[in-house]
């Protein structure tokens, strides 16, 4: 404090100097605490929507089973809309050459 009275600056210059930077290390410590703060929630999400996935591919399963001579039913319990996939049938060359 001494140093900036001899620079020139008035008692109550330094003393809003201090505020602002009091607040500003505030902030920057809210700031890093929210951040550590939201990578626990995000854990914490994932966890339960990972349980209730389990339940519900579970639940699936089973109902696929129970119906698996209904196909409307069954389709009932599908876990995503893409299709399964198709499997590839092999190719001939078709330039003459053995595979």
């Known amino acids: 404090m ?35 703060s939201r990578a626990l929630i995000t854990s914490q999400r994932i966890a339960a929507m990972n349980a209730v996935w389990q339940k519900m591919s579970t639940v699936c399963q089973c109902a696929k089973l129970v119906f698996q001579n209904d196909a409307a039913k069954y389709n009932l319990f599908q876990l995503t809309d893409s299709a399964a996939p198709k499997k590839e049938e092999p190719t001939t060359p078709t330039d003459g050459t053995k595979q």
């Open 2 to 36: 001494p140093a900036l009275l001899e620079k020139g600056l008035k008692e109550s210059e330094i003393a809003l100097l201090k505020e602002v930077a009091d607040n500003i290390t505030k902030q920057n410590q809210a700031q890093k605490d929210a951040i550590k």
